[in-house]
């Protein structure tokens, strides 16, 4: 047999079993947390590949090695692409021109600029303190935190998010909010709560869903943060926007993970909100909020970007673990999608639009939705496999029980020719595009008589 066709046979069976020993790895130790969709893509195919390879391997001579000539390109890229996500520490790529800065590579980003002299911190979401992100070494954060604050630090630089190569950076208000100075001490009009969309990521500041509704309402309140839920916008609204009394508050739902969110808060101290009587008194905290968030923003940084040690580069490499996290092919020990308690949700509508009337205010909700649902070949992330239509149709039935006007944004998005274009890249938020139309259409539906 000659050389080449023995080469190619070997690349063919090695390639095949690797397959299999990665698929065995994967349903061994994460297959009870994966869903029957993501299953098929981070087991099924590679296990298709893999037979497919060994099938090949039994094949004439001369098939073999002109398979081997088109994998072998294929998988060197693909090789290549693995070792420019995990070998660096710093997590920072320079693609083109662009700086993409991952968003596990905020103490890199904000040290950067407090070399400059720039008071400067990481925006810390909220849910890291109670029922979030796994804790980072060395901060025991349960122990420093005797209240769960809703907002970032006061009157700081603040490092949002990256999506498009473009670190999006803002100073906060007097309450740690992502608004102008000075805007506690005036009226509002009105107040926007909800999660990341509200907040402002991931575009520049001027494109930002509150300041393109301000251009029509100049009075307008922004207290939405990335990774709020149900239950933390209730708490916002009940320890910030009750003091302003605005005419109306506008309440932003986005699809792709609120009822995630309402599952992971209703286990947390955040569930207190549910009581009309508890509050935290946060307003009047300011201080002891921005000590508090200070000291964990400063050990953050301190704690530098996540470096991993040779042996656990390694093991990436060989799983291809950092590009199967670029393209959310990644498996992971967390739980499957939990329940979704839309009766629990259906409480908390009736809950806030109590708060709001109490005041003489009107409360208006906002239905975001997620790209998936324009894009059906998009797979969905793990903790979120649910189905779009029938979150829509649950959240739907609950809002019009409870008697509020609604802004549906699904339907306007489907009314345009390419709803695809209002993000910027499958995983990311709304592009400037979107948020233009989002913000049009939620100012025609609460200045309409």
């Known amino acids: 047999m000659p050389r080449a066709e023995r080469f190619a046979g070997f690349v063919l069976r090695t390639g095949g079993l690797y397959l299999l020993l990665a698929v065995a790895y994967g349903a061994y130790h994460f297959g009870a947390s994966l869903g029957a969709g993501r299953s098929v893509m981070v087991l099924g195919i590679p296990l298709v590949v893999a037979a497919t390879l060994l099938v090949a391997s039994k094949m004439a001579g001369s098939v073999q090695v002109t398979l081997v000539t088109m994998i072998v390109p294929v998988a060197l890229a693909v090789v290549a692409a693995e070792l420019m996500l995990t070998v660096p520490d710093r997590q920072e ?28 911190y990481p925006f810390l979401p909220p849910k890291e303190f109670d029922y ?63 999660d990341s969309f509200v907040h402002g990521e991931c575009v520049a500041p001027g494109r930002q869903l509150a300041a393109l509704i301000r251009r029509a309402i100049p009075r307008t309140l922004n207290v939405g943060v990335a990774g709020a839920g149900p239950l933390s916008e209730l708490a916002a609204i009940r320890e910030y926007v009750r003091e302003k009394r605005p005419h109306t508050v506008v309440w932003f739902f986005y699809e792709g993970n609120d009822m995630e969110d309402l599952a992971a808060e209703a286990l947390a ?33 301190a704690a530098g970007p996540r470096r991993f040690t040779t042996q656990e580069k390694l093991r990436r490499v060989l799983l291809l673990r950092g590009l199967r996290t670029a393209l959310s092919l990644d498996a992971s020990e967390r739980p499957a999608t939990p329940r979704h308690d839309y009766d629990r949700l259906g409480s908390i509508f009736r809950i ?9 205010g009107r409360l208006h909700f906002v239905y975001l939705p997620e790209r998936r649902r324009y894009d059906r070949r998009m797979a969905t992330s793990l903790g979120e496999e649910h189905d779009p239509a029938a ?6 039935r609950r809002v019009r029980a409870a008697n509020i006007p609604v802004t549906d944004v699904a339907a306007v998005f489907s009314g345009h020719a390419d709803p695809l274009s209002f993000w910027i890249w499958r995983r990311s938020h709304y592009s400037e595009d979107g948020y233009r139309i989002v913000a049009d259409a939620v100012v025609a539906d609460i200045q309409r008589p």
């Open 132 to 194: 979030g992100d796994s804790p980072i070494a060395g901060v025991r954060r349960h122990e420093r935190f005797p209240i769960v604050p809703l907002g970032g630090i006061s009157r700081a630089v603040t490092l949002l998010c990256n999506e498009s190569g473009t670190d999006v950076i803002y100073e906060s208000d007097e309450r740690g909010f992502n608004n102008p100075p000075g805007i506690w001490s005036d009226s509002i009009d009105v107040a926007l709560v909800g």
């Open 352 to 360: 806030v639009k109590g708060e709001v009337e109490s005041w003489g």
């Open 93 to 120: 790529l320079d693609l083109m021109g662009t700086r993409v800065v991952w968003r596990d590579n905020r103490a890199t980003a904000v040290s950067g600029l407090r070399a400059k002299g720039i008071r400067a």
């Open 269 to 301: 101290p955040m569930a207190r909100y549910e009581d009309s009587t508890f509050t935290q008194g946060l307003s009047a905290r300011g201080r002891e909020i921005d000590s508090a968030l200070a000291r964990y923003g400063d050990s953050v940084i």
């Open 391 to 396: 979150v829509h149709r649950e959240v739907m």
